[in-house]
């Protein structure tokens, strides 16, 4: 009998051209539609300056193309819709709630499921229940939530990344690994006692969505064993780094998706995730096959989110996560973002235009560094480059520099080992004539980079300061901006 023919779980399902260029195809198609609007560059102006240059305080109608974030803005499937209408509501026992269980233990392997409204909830559980002052955690890279609920019960992140994970160009296939030499100093240095837990994040939000491999976790696993440590795996972005894993660890290039998923979590005693990245809902949970670390969390859970089995979600939401989980294993479904990142990338680069490299999950990476060296850290370029490139294409994209970090006790910034503006893909969003727009609009950006000047706070709240500062321009440069796009656009959007 022949083999099975139907759409290859081995085989990756990219289209080849054998005639003209190389593109990704959507292999899903558009059933519901929403209305975008491309407003004139002087109300867009208008909007940034009164969006206090923070692109967080934009509202959605200004903006065009929304690349702020993957962040419950994924695209959901006909299925996932279609699941929510059976969804069974109870305050406790309620069946959505064992449809999701099922799922995690298929996706994730793992028996023990704890829900909760969002990531850094689950964040927020964990650390409560396993940080004390003055421990220490180690991990490949920080996110921003990750690090302000480790420093909350008085816990200190230590970041061991390879020297090759802060290289703006690289070829590096996983810029995401941890440095094995350096967690056995720290664990040397510190002593157990002190390092309640190594994390791992895959596909590393904070720097470019780059990947760990497998081989790496093995050797992260195996120290842990060694001294007894826990290892939690932060999950929010598996799929792609089990993507990347597929495409770029020999070892795993005849492996399912699922059977990648499975063997990350199986090197992990507990699996954290937000929902509104990995299955495109809002949402996240906490999972783990030992029962001690269940009880342990548990009680947490009901005191913060909710009870056991809704954890702050409704069940629309649980019914959607459950079949958005499954989703995860299949490769057309989630290699769509990583390979129009690749195309957009890969246009950039050619272009000239300063992006991290190789491509990584999650968002397009623009080195706002090398894209505007004439302006001081201590003047957010990251920040700068967000709102100048809003201003000329009404694509919104997010600041991941400076502006992200935080004050030393001094009062002094502690300037980011990068400063990118992110553009984020979210899964079956965008089409590739958006995709093509977008890198337009970056390329005369570059090319008129000198008119861009820097940015300075006019508000800053204390905490995650990001989400809500403010800030104007040291300089007239967003009306000079401006007047450089009318006149080599005219009147044309
Ligand atoms: C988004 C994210 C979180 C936090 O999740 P929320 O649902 O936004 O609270 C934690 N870790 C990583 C890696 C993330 O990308």
């Given at each position: 009998?022949?083999?099975?023919?139907?759409?290859?779980a081995?085989?990756s399902?990219?289209?080849k051209?054998?005639?003209?260029?190389?593109?990704?195809?959507?292999?899903?198609?558009?059933?519901?539609?929403?209305?975008?609007?491309?407003?004139?560059?002087n109300?867009?102006?208008?909007?940034?300056?009164?969006?206090?240059?923070?692109?967080?305080?934009?509202?959605?109608?200004?903006?065009?193309?929304?690349?702020?974030?993957?962040?419950?803005t994924?695209?959901?499937?006909?299925?996932?819709v279609?699941?929510?209408?059976v969804?069974d509501?109870?305050?406790?026992?309620?069946q959505?709630?064992?449809?999701?269980?099922?799922?995690?233990?298929?996706?994730?392997g793992k028996?023990?499921?704890?829900?909760?409204?969002?990531?850094?909830?689950?964040?927020?559980?964990?650390?409560?229940?396993?940080i004390?002052?003055?421990d220490v955690?180690?991990?490949?890279?920080?996110?921003?939530?990750?690090k302000?609920?480790?420093?909350?019960?008085?816990?200190v992140?230590?970041?061991?990344?390879t020297s090759?994970?802060?290289?703006?160009?690289?070829?590096?296939?996983?810029?995401?690994?941890?440095?094995i030499?350096?967690?056995?100093?720290?664990?040397?240095?510190?002593?157990?006692?002190?390092?309640?837990f190594?994390r791992?994040?895959?596909?590393?939000n904070?720097?470019?969505g780059?990947?760990?491999s497998?081989e790496?976790m093995?050797?992260v696993?195996?120290?842990?064993?060694?001294?007894k440590?826990?290892?939690?795996?932060?999950?929010?972005?598996?799929?792609?780094?089990?993507?990347?894993?597929?495409?770029?660890?020999?070892?795993?290039?005849?492996?399912s998706?699922?059977?990648?998923?499975?063997?990350?979590?199986?090197?992990?005693?507990?699996?954290?995730?937000?929902?509104?990245?990995?299955?495109s809902?809002?949402?996240?949970?906490?999972?783990?096959?030992?029962?001690?670390?269940y009880d342990?969390?548990?009680?947490?859970v009901?005191?913060?989110?909710?009870?056991?089995?809704?954890?702050?979600?409704?069940v629309?939401?649980?019914e959607?996560m459950?079949?958005?989980?499954r989703?995860?294993?299949?490769?057309?479904?989630i290699?769509?973002?990583?390979?129009?990142?690749?195309?957009?990338v890969?246009?950039?680069?050619?272009?000239g235009v300063?992006?991290?490299?190789?491509?990584?999950?999650?968002?397009?990476h623009?080195?706002?560094?090398?894209?505007l060296?004439?302006?001081?850290q201590?003047?957010?370029?990251?920040?700068?480059?967000?709102?100048?490139?809003?201003?000329?294409s009404g694509?919104?994209g997010?600041?991941?520099?400076?502006?992200?970090?935080?004050?030393?006790?001094?009062?002094?910034?502690?300037?980011?080992d990068?400063?990118?503006?992110?553009?984020?893909?979210?899964?079956?969003?965008?089409?590739?004539?958006?995709?093509?727009?977008?890198?337009?609009?970056?390329?005369w950006?570059?090319?008129?980079?000198k008119?861009?000047?820097?940015?300075?706070?006019?508000?800053?709240?204390?905490?995650?300061?990001f989400?809500?500062?403010?800030?104007?321009?040291?300089s007239d440069?967003?009306?000079k901006?401006?007047?450089?796009?009318k006149k080599?656009?005219?009147?044309?959007?």
């Amino acid at each position: 009998m022949k083999k099975n023919t139907s759409p290859a779980a081995h085989d990756s399902p990219v289209i080849k051209f054998i005639v003209g260029e190389q593109i990704p195809v959507e292999l899903h198609k558009v059933r519901i539609v929403q209305k975008l609007n491309l407003k004139p560059v002087n109300e867009r102006l208008r909007a940034i300056q009164d969006a206090g240059f923070n692109s967080f305080l934009l509202s959605t109608q200004d903006v065009f193309l929304d690349m702020l974030t993957d962040s419950g803005t994924n695209a959901m499937s006909d299925q996932q819709v279609a699941s929510m209408l059976v969804a069974d509501d109870a305050y406790a026992g309620s069946q959505s709630f064992e449809r999701l269980q099922k799922a995690v233990k298929e996706v994730f392997g793992k028996k023990y499921f704890l829900p909760a409204h969002q990531g850094r909830a689950a964040e927020h559980i964990i650390f409560h229940a396993f940080i004390r002052q003055g421990d220490v955690i180690p991990m490949n890279y920080h996110f921003t939530t990750t690090k302000a609920h480790i420093e909350l019960p008085g816990g200190v992140i230590e970041e061991i990344f390879t020297s090759e994970a802060l290289k703006i160009k690289s070829s590096h296939p996983f810029k995401g690994n941890i440095d094995i030499e350096k967690l056995k100093k720290l664990i040397k240095k510190h002593g157990v006692d002190r390092i309640p837990f190594v994390r791992m994040e895959a596909s590393t939000n904070l720097i470019g969505g780059q990947p760990f491999s497998i081989e790496n976790m093995r050797q992260v696993r195996k120290v842990c064993d060694q001294h007894k440590i826990m290892l939690v795996l932060d999950a929010s972005l598996i799929g792609e780094n089990a993507y990347f894993i597929k495409q770029r660890e020999a070892a795993f290039k005849k492996k399912s998706i699922a059977e990648i998923l499975r063997t990350m979590c199986d090197l992990s005693d507990l699996v954290y995730f937000s929902s509104r990245k990995v299955s495109s809902t809002r949402g996240g949970g906490i999972c783990t096959n030992d029962v001690h670390l269940y009880d342990k969390l548990k009680d947490l859970v009901i005191l913060f989110e909710g009870f056991l089995t809704y954890g702050g979600m409704s069940v629309r939401e649980i019914e959607a996560m459950a079949v958005g989980l499954r989703e995860t294993q299949d490769e057309t479904c989630i290699s769509q973002s990583p390979q129009f990142i690749k195309y957009l990338v890969e246009h950039l680069d050619a272009a000239g235009v300063p992006v991290v490299t190789p491509a990584g999950g999650l968002g397009c990476h623009i080195d706002a560094k090398g894209f505007l060296p004439h302006v001081p850290q201590t003047e957010y370029p990251a920040g700068a480059l967000t709102a100048a490139f809003y201003i000329i294409s009404g694509v919104r994209g997010m600041e991941r520099g400076t502006i992200s970090s935080v004050r030393d006790v001094s009062g002094k910034d502690i300037l980011a080992d990068m400063e990118l503006l992110r553009l984020a893909m979210p899964r079956r969003v965008f089409t590739l004539s958006q995709v093509k727009y977008v890198a337009d609009r970056l390329q005369w950006l570059h090319k008129n980079r000198k008119l861009i000047g820097g940015l300075q706070f006019e508000y800053e709240p204390a905490v995650l300061r990001f989400f809500t500062g403010r800030l104007t321009p040291t300089s007239d440069w967003p009306q000079k901006l401006m007047a450089k796009f009318k006149k080599d656009f005219g009147n044309s959007l």
